[in-house]
């Protein structure tokens, strides 16, 4: 064997489990393995996880922040105002920077897929070249998706349909889409459904930023539904945001969450801009704006959380942690529960990995040796502390390390170091 992990906790609740690694797969996961690594590691107990996944990511605005000008309002539609303005003004070179640099953060915290949108309505198609370029450099480290953003509206801005054909064969993988920003609702759902077909027609996934509103009428995700069940898409669409499912009426959603079931249909919530752009319209009492995250869990519906900005005309925050974005989504829907705080865990790791239709992902013999080794026993303690992340391995090498996090006292009859673990 390559590497053997000793004593690892395993996010299912597995304890004291060996893995062992060979030519970069995962070749065994079993109690007291007997084969020997070239290289052990001691995990004492802390919990291995498969890596984080972010379900939707701008990688193209990443690090933007400030340029040309800061969000005033901090709304989101000054927010795609602003990123007009900065549009004419991006640079190859600038964004390949910047999206490396990004990357380089997100190794760092162990998050080793990430699904990005990149705008298309920019005529020279800039960022998705810069994108392609970025993806192809960082594939020994990170699986990066990109999704054919038509931010301006695909029938809003006249050159939207033909430029995000010419990304889809420039090599984008999958289709997106913004209904709710379309002039009409009649506008949006007639987009939804020529993205569907076209995306049918190529065999290709689907995720549309979707109802991205506290308007309950804005109901895109009815129409998103109903084409991925007529043709046959289930499994490979997503509805991201989702917001105005936070307003709408509760006998409505009854019926809607059943049908997003039946399509196939999986739902991305971006807890820390949902709770920083949603709910701007309200005096008090202040909607929260993030979408029914345990209603879709419960209704059997996969569901993610993205981290959608950092640094970027529509957020000033971030860094690349999804374990920050657990802890909000967890605080946003109030899943205090142990069982709903698993599940959070999950929506960063596992559920995006099937939403992105991830290959060999998960710890089982024959998958991709691409673990983390956090700073915590658990999965509900590796949010509480937004754990330390000891080791990232890709394809069963160390590519990232982080100290463990301790205090170091000198209180008489206290221990010399405390952690923070119970
Ligand atoms: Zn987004």
């Not at 084969?35 to 498969?50: T, V």
């Not at 009409?184 to 569907?196: F, K, P, W, Y």
């Not at 529960?337 to 089982?364: K, N, S, W």
Request: hydrophobic share 45%; glycine share 8%.
């Amino acid at each position: 064997m390559d590497v053997v992990i000793r004593n690892a906790s395993l996010p299912d609740g597995r304890r004291g489990i060996d893995v062992a690694i060979a030519d970069g797969k995962i070749a065994a996961v079993a109690a007291a393995l007997p084969a020997r690594g070239a290289q052990e590691i001691d995990a004492g107990g802390d919990l291995l996880s498969p890596p984080f996944v972010d379900a939707h990511f701008h990688m193209d605005a990443t690090l933007s922040y400030g340029l040309p000008r800061v969000n005033q309002s901090g709304t989101l539609l000054e927010g795609i105002a602003l990123w007009g303005e900065l549009k004419p003004q991006l640079t190859q070179e600038a964004l390949v920077e910047r999206a490396l640099r990004y990357c380089d953060w997100a190794v760092a915290r162990g998050l080793l897929a990430i699904r990005t949108h990149v705008d298309v309505c920019d005529d020279r198609l800039l960022a998705v070249e810069a994108l392609l370029e970025v993806k192809r450099r960082v594939a020994p480290y990170l699986d990066m998706q990109l999704v054919a953003f038509p931010q301006d509206g695909l029938l809003r801005s006249p050159t939207a349909l033909a430029n995000l054909k010419r990304a889809i064969g420039m090599g984008v993988d999958v289709v997106g889409g913004i209904p709710h920003f379309e002039r009409t609702m009649a506008d949006g759902a007639e987009s939804v459904r020529i993205l569907c077909e076209f995306a049918a027609g190529q065999g290709l996934r689907v995720d549309m930023h979707c109802d991205e509103s506290d308007d309950p009428l804005s109901r895109h995700i009815e129409t998103l539904a109903y084409h991925s069940h007529r043709l046959g898409l289930h499994g490979r669409v997503a509805g991201s945001h989702l917001t105005s499912m936070h307003s709408m009426d509760n006998y409505y959603v009854s019926k809607l969450l059943p049908l997003m079931k039946e399509a196939g249909v999986a739902a991305i919530a971006n807890p820390l801009i949902n709770i920083t752009l949603q709910g701007r319209h309200d005096s008090y009492p202040k909607r929260r704006g993030m979408t029914r995250v345990p209603e879709l869990m419960a209704a059997g519906i996969d569901v993610a959380f993205g981290h959608d900005c950092v640094m970027d005309p529509w957020y000033s925050l971030g860094s690349g942690d999804m374990l920050e974005v657990a802890h909000m989504g967890l605080h946003v829907a109030q899943m205090t529960g142990q069982d709903a705080m698993r599940a959070c865990y999950a929506a960063v790791t596992e559920a995006p990995a099937r939403i992105l239709g991830l290959h060999g992902y998960g710890i089982a013999a024959g998958c991709h040796a691409d673990l983390v080794l956090l700073d915590a026993a658990s999965p509900v303690e590796a949010i509480r502390l937004r754990a330390a992340r000891r080791l990232v391995m890709r394809r069963g090498k160390v590519v990232a390390e982080s100290p463990r996090a301790v205090a170091r006292l000198s209180l008489p009859g206290r221990p010399e170091q405390a952690d923070f673990r119970l």
